[in-house]
């Protein structure tokens, strides 16, 4: 009788906290205890739905995760003090940004669907193998990218495969290591990609807010790069472009990939509307009143007028300047690249979080060919993506740090403020056994107290410290758990 109170209050909250939409309809089960839920395919998909709408409400998370312990950022006076701890990189295990719950959760409602699944269909003879596979796939898809943020974020975590249903639940998991999370990652997405949807929902929101064969193909480009397997992520990309419903778009319509979203070059986008109750916190946070965060000196030199040359990306595009040192972020504020059009009403908060586009994989692809010295072939990848930010095209060396540092300058200002720029240092910092540390800890110390600088610098000479602690709440409740030796004091 316990198990089965646990289990209808977690039942009750999966779908208590999520409205209902034309594609994420979720219907209250209204008391349902296990043995009675998990018996048709509507099932299936609610919980399935359930784990996209509890991915897309960590999109503040994503945004704070991927940037602000980058260098296009700075605190303003209502940042946060956790989050100023960590743009600082002073940051201890008390601190609540480090909870990785949420992500748990996603974890979880993912499992519970591959697990009951196939049972489920035992029950509904409505239920094909085709849309078994197909709902299985997706949830291996949010799976593995909730793992790719925590691999990302804290290097090593708990790897559960199996969802927490029951008090016989092992809630005492050691960590695994990157190599084994990952592994198991590239192997799920392999296998279950053929599964994977092909479009061919009835809107486009669902088109591109469900994960389809190219965000299969995107994220294993994503993780094969982050493991340095260059021809890995070549191929993949290799598979996006030869899709034709995915293309650039041209410089005149670059922000409609913010406004109104759900683009030609959008892949995977975490959908959001207002009028649904399904809101983007973005606006909140970069809005000219909202002072929480602004753009770093280092962004108003790649944007404002006053130092650069950007068109289609720049100044009342990607930022957008109210005075005398007085700018903001646009792309999540605007309803137009004029810097005037200011999202109003329920547009405020329906802006999407792009995942992947077409521009980001490409880019991973350029950075894959300079890696395997294919110079010519990186070159083009950033002339096409600079022609049509209507950008010069720029000398660079023939090695493979020139086109480094020259790839990463281009992902600044292409994928500006979409949680990219961060896991990008980090990247670089990785390559080649850490051999461009310095520069990263240059990065990093950038955005700190000058008081600070140098005993950050000595102190992030240990990639360990590149990582997020451990939750002290998760300590405390998992005994097995050992803490990132950086933060063990």
Request: proline share 4%.
């Amino acid at each position: 009788m316990i198990k089965k109170i646990k289990y209808l209050l977690v039942i009750f909250m999966v779908f208590a906290q999520f409205s209902c939409n034309d594609w994420l309809e979720l219907i209250p089960p209204n008391g349902l205890i296990r043995e009675e839920f998990w018996k048709t395919k509507e099932d299936v998909e609610a919980v399935l739905m359930a784990s996209y709408e509890s991915f897309a409400g960590l999109n503040r998370n994503l945004f704070i995760f991927g940037e602000i312990r980058g260098d296009m950022l700075e605190g303003d006076v209502n940042q946060g003090t956790g989050e100023q701890l960590l743009m600082e990189n002073n940051i201890y295990p008390d601190n609540g940004i480090c909870n990785w719950s949420n992500f748990y959760k996603v974890i979880n409602y993912c499992n519970e669907v591959i697990k009951n699944a196939p049972l489920v269909q035992e029950m509904d003879n409505t239920f094909t193998d085709y849309k078994k596979q197909g709902l299985m796939a997706e949830a291996y898809f949010l799976r593995s990218l909730a793992y790719f943020y925590l691999v990302r974020l804290y290097k090593e975590v708990p790897l559960i495969l199996e969802p927490s249903e029951t008090d016989d639940a092992d809630f005492y998991v050691t960590k695994s290591s990157e190599e084994v999370i990952l592994n198991q990652l590239v192997s799920d997405l392999e296998e279950y990609r053929t599964f994977a949807p092909s479009g061919g929902f009835a809107t486009i929101r669902e088109n591109k807010g469900r994960a389809s064969k190219a965000s299969f193909d995107a994220l294993l480009a994503d993780i094969e790069l982050w493991r340095f397997n260059y021809e890995a992520v070549i191929e993949h990309v290799q598979a996006i472009e030869n899709n034709i419903e995915y293309t650039l778009m041209p410089g005149g319509r670059w922000f409609e990939m913010f406004f109104p979203g759900n683009s030609l070059e959008g892949i995977f986008e975490f959908q959001f509307d207002d009028n649904l109750n399904q809101k983007n916190g973005l606006y909140g946070t970069m809005n000219r009143n909202s002072s929480q965060y602004i753009p770093s000196q280092k962004a108003l030199e790649m944007f404002a007028f006053e130092f650069a040359s950007e068109l289609v990306r720049g100044e009342d595009v990607t930022i957008k300047k109210y005075g005398e040192d007085e700018f903001i972020i646009w792309k999540y504020v605007g309803m137009a690249p004029d810097g005037q059009s200011v999202r109003s009403g329920s547009y405020q908060n329906s802006s999407n979080w792009i995942v992947y586009r077409l521009a980001d994989v490409l880019l991973m692809k350029a950075e894959a060919l300079s890696q395997l010295e294919r110079y010519q072939e990186a070159m083009n990848i950033i002339i096409e993506i600079r022609d049509r930010g209507s950008v010069q095209p720029m000398p660079i060396a023939n090695s493979p740090n020139a086109y480094e540092d020259a790839i990463m300058n281009e992902r600044a200002l292409e994928l500006a403020y979409e949680g990219k720029r961060w896991f990008d240092l980090l990247r670089m910092g990785r390559r080649n056994n850490f051999a461009r540390k310095d520069k990263l800890i240059e990065i990093i110390v950038s955005n700190v107290p000058s008081t600070q600088k140098r005993i950050l610098a000595a102190k992030l000479t240990n990639p360990l410290g590149w990582y997020l602690p451990i939750f002290e709440d998760e300590i405390e409740r998992n005994k097995n758990l050992v803490q990132n030796p950086y933060y063990d004091f």
